[in-house]
């Protein structure tokens, strides 16, 4: 039985990504900085280790993955999907937003990657970086998260061109709007208006859909693909700018 280890768990893509992978017969290690929700996500589900870590932590990376492997023996797919959104103009985003996005996002993925290399090295297994259509194309209000994302697609690079020759994978997916709890509160009628415009699937995606992008790239069935970046987004940054009004 396989074994995956994913961040940020407790909910959204990772909650769907962790159901995905135990219906398909892998152990996980669910990783949430949030005890409570984490404990709460994981009541039902068979297989799984619940562990309320902060991955922009040093020791707390390297005790994950000596707590997964004492539970479960191996790692096969680290899933490093954790991270924050923090969104204003760049003169609002004071030093302390920046590292606060950037100990997550990229330093959590760095520091978690690094601790699992070995074992991943054992088991010939694979790194699923979560990016961001923001790390593909500029936003407005993105300075920190875009620039997170952005390095994250070139951290996945890094690791496929290093760890190659060990039989270890690192891909990074990029999901464009996603209909989650949260994106559903905060977007406005004209934003999911203006998001529907400009993507040409015309809607937004859903935590599912991302998931199953994800699983393949842990699965065997990707055994063959490593150092690529995968959008999915609906075709939106395959777009660029485009001009919604004349899709009407």
Known sequence: MKVAIITGAARGI?????????AKGWKVAMIDWDGAELSEA????????????????????????????????????LVNNAGIADFGPIEDTDFARWRAVMSINLDGTFLLSQAATDTLKA?????VNIGSISGLRASTLRVAYGTSKAAVIHLTKQQAAELGEYGVRANCVCPGPVRTKLAMAVHTQDIIDSYHDAIPLNRYGSEDEIASVITFLCSDEASYVTGQVIASDGGFES????????RK
């Not at 990772?14 to 135990?22: E, F, I, M, S, V």
């Not at 088991?123 to 790194?127: D, L």
């Not at 777009?239 to 004349?246: E, R």
């Open 42 to 77: 994981a009541k039902g589900l068979d297989n799984v280790l619940t562990l309320p870590h902060d991955i922009s932590q040093p020791e707390q990376a390297k005790q994950i993955i000596a707590e997964t492997l004492s539970a479960f023996g191996q790692i096969d797919a």
């Open 123 to 127: 088991t010939k297994g694979a790194i």
């Open 239 to 246: 777009t660029g700018v485009g001009l919604p009004s004349l």
């Open 14 to 22: 990772g909650l769907a990504t962790t159901k995905q992978l135990l």
